[in-house]
């Protein structure tokens, strides 16, 4: 599995257990935090952790760190994502995870 696909999925289990959360706040009862804070942890250690720490540092600025580009935007921003970094979910230069030049957001290809 492909980093950006890592991040996605981690992303994924964010939203789950930040959801099962906010239902406990509010009265009801919920399981399985456990068993996804576990998951979360055996995928982060899958991910490399420079691309961790920015998926991290992300989060706490949006929801979502990690978005589709569909039409060539970013669905982050909107802005149109540059001609060179369109074809695949790397740069073509450095075969780095591309991210947003204006929101600086994860990109994930569709």
Do not use: W
């Amino acid at each position: 599995m492909a980093d950006v696909q890592k991040l996605a999925a981690l992303q994924d289990i964010d939203v789950m257990i930040r959801e099962r959360r906010n239902d406990e706040e509010i009265g009801f009862t919920t399981e399985g935090i456990d068993v996804l804070e576990r998951a979360r942890s055996k995928l982060s250690k899958e991910i490399d952790g420079r691309l961790l720490r920015l998926y991290e540092r992300l989060t706490k600025r949006y929801d979502r760190a990690v978005v589709p580009v569909i039409e060539h935007r970013c669905l982050g921003c909107s802005m149109s994502v540059p001609t060179a970094k369109r074809k695949s979910g790397e740069d073509r230069r450095t075969k780095s995870v591309v991210v947003c030049e204006s929101c600086g957001r994860i990109l994930f290809f569709v």
